[in-house]
């Protein structure tokens, strides 16, 4: 039995110490397919928009080159700035989201590709439609200015141009004044003598640098619902080979901590989807069926594009998997009836801090019996310390008679020695889906609670939050009956520091969360002593 308890501590240890690893575990490698052929590697983005001569039979009017080629565009969502000449949009500016905490804060941009010369969303091709990545399109009935959309309003943005004599492409962008959704279409017409055959790609570029790589408890990079479940793939990896998908491509796209760039193909628009590393650029790009247009005939792919923020109920009601951007870990199942209940107690207390408090009251109130036995099971084993002690002294040369004795001890009294523990175990599933919710709910960022804690999803400035969480946990180590040796006990006292310094740079929500259980479960020993 001594050794059982041994390893109840060292499981213990374990559980909170690598415990995030066991559940949370990082993102398997992503499955490596034979290298797609020669002509689709060279769809990477290129290096900025070519010219290309226009057939002026088919009435398209390059714009002229240089200033008045950005069209701005502003919504309820998001301002744009969109490159006319290559179609595709150089920078995306959040306007609901600060970027920082200051009032006047400007916007979170997502994507910013105006030093590299080209923008997100970009047409390739291969084959006969290889120049799907090269034309320069005249921007059919531009705006006069900045083009400004209010909530209901909604503009199609319809450029044209050409991907080879007598092929005329159109790429339209479907603007909504309340959306972060742009329905994309791209529609080949073949006006040449000869039939044309290739695959289409459309390509969302994400500028990286080392610097915007996540730390093991969030991730940072591309990723891309296929087959099924998600699969993120890290950058490092992909500069040493691109990853191809083939089977049911639902979405590819880039994730930061709260926000998500990502396409979808719509109506069997793509067949695979390839993630590469092109110099500084990360991207994602939706590759069609091969297919092959007759002289006269026309084609149409369609796609949406999500640009926003990683709000769960938001992206469930997009549909396509997106929500699956959210990463709840392993317990999501429990996580996302938690946030539900945390938002809909912000509906009422308007401080996602206070939510949080009453959360946690409401947990501790839930496992309030298991607590309960759990103290009331270690106490009886604390009874017993003496009897326990003396068998030890007696057969500590015969270790398997020892702890025969032990059990004899165990059943003579009614006790269980793993009591003190099964129910405190129950409930830590709990625990890892809350620290998920509180880790990764765009809720909570830039979220206020008292005082000095201006952002629960940020570290606590001061540290006074982690510092008091483990003077809690002390206390409340103290109070817990103990049936330990004296090496398992020196243990356990040093999970306090342990736990103060782990939290020190944790989301003070999470902080905040885990103290109030501490006072709460110094409530209820202090009352348990009480009866006792």
């Known amino acids: 039995m001594e050794n059982k308890n041994t390893l109840i501590a060292i499981v213990l240890m374990l559980l909170v110490w690598i415990g995030f690893s066991i559940f949370f575990p990082p993102q398997a490698p992503p499955p490596r397919v034979e290298e797609p052929p020669a002509a689709l590697q060279e769809q990477a983005p290129v290096a900025g928009p070519v010219t290309a001569e226009v057939a002026p039979s088919l009435e398209i009017v390059p714009p002229a080159l240089g200033a008045g080629s950005i069209l701005e ?47 997100t969303l970009q047409l390739g091709g291969t084959d006969g439609l290889s120049g799907a990545g090269q034309p320069v399109y005249a ?33 339209i962008l479907s603007l909504q004044g309340d959306s972060y959704q742009i329905p994309v279409a791209v529609r080949l017409i073949n006006r040449s003598a000869g039939p044309l055959s290739g695959n289409l790609s459309l ?157 946690t009251v409401i947990i501790k109130i839930l496992f309030w019996p298991l607590t309960q036995k759990s103290f009331t099971s270690m106490k009886e084993m604390q009874k017993l310390q003496p009897q326990m002690q003396k068998l ?74 982690p510092v008091i969480m483990g003077a809690s946990m002390f206390i409340q180590q103290k109070m817990t009956p103990s049936n330990l040796d004296p090496v398992q006990a020196k243990i356990f006292l040093a999970m306090p520091l342990i736990f103060t310094v782990m939290f020190l740079n944790f989301p003070s929500g999470l902080v905040l969360y885990w103290l109030v259980n501490n006072i709460l479960t110094i409530g209820q020993q202090a009352l348990i002593h009480r009866k006792a």
Not at 99 to 104: G, N, Q, R, V
């Open 392 to 465: 030890r002294e007696k057969y500590k040369n015969d270790k398997q008679r020892m702890n025969m004795e032990l059990m004899n001890l165990y059943k003579e009294h009614r006790v269980n020695p793993l009591g003190g523990c099964l129910p405190m175990l129950v409930q830590i599933p709990v625990f890892f889906a809350l620290y998920k919710v509180l880790l990764v709910s765009i809720e909570l960022r830039h979220a206020p609670f008292f005082l000095w804690i201006t952002d629960l999803s940020a570290k606590d400035p001061y540290y006074i939050t």
């Open 139 to 171: 921007f059919v009935d531009p705006p006069a200015g900045t083009l400004t959309l209010g909530p209901g309003e909604s503009r199609d943005l319809v450029f044209r141009g050409e991907i080879a004599p007598g092929v005329l492409v159109e790429k």
């Open 203 to 359: 390509t969302l570029v994400q500028p990286w640098d080392k610097a915007m790589a996540g730390t093991m408890y969030e991730f940072v990079g591309p990723s891309t619902f296929s087959g099924g479940k998600k699969r993120s793939d890290k950058v490092d990896d992909l500069a040493k080979q691109p990853a191809l998908y083939t089977e049911s491509i639902v979405w590819t796209g880039f994730e930061k901590k709260y926000f998500l760039n990502a396409i979808v193909p719509l109506e069997d628009s793509a067949e695979r989807a390839r993630v590469d590393m092109v110099g500084s650029l990360v991207s994602n790009s939706l590759i069609s069926p091969y297919r092959t247009l007759q002289s006269g005939e026309q084609a149409e792919w369609r796609f949406f594009a999500f640009f926003g923020p990683k709000d769960f109920d938001l992206l469930s009601g997009l549909g396509y998997h997106l929500s699956e951007a959210v990463d709840f870990g392993f317990f999501g199942f429990l996580a996302r009836p938690l946030l539900h209940v945390l938002k809909f107690f912000y509906g009422f207390l308007h401080n996602y801090g206070l939510a949080i408090i009453l959360l």
């Open 73 to 119: 565009v502003q919504t309820q969502t998001f301002r744009l700035e969109i490159d006319e000449r290559s179609a595709s949009i150089r920078r995306i500016e959040l306007l609901q989201y600060g970027d920082t905490l200051a009032a006047e804060s400007a916007g979170f941009v997502l994507v910013d590709t105006r030093d590299l010369g080209l923008g």
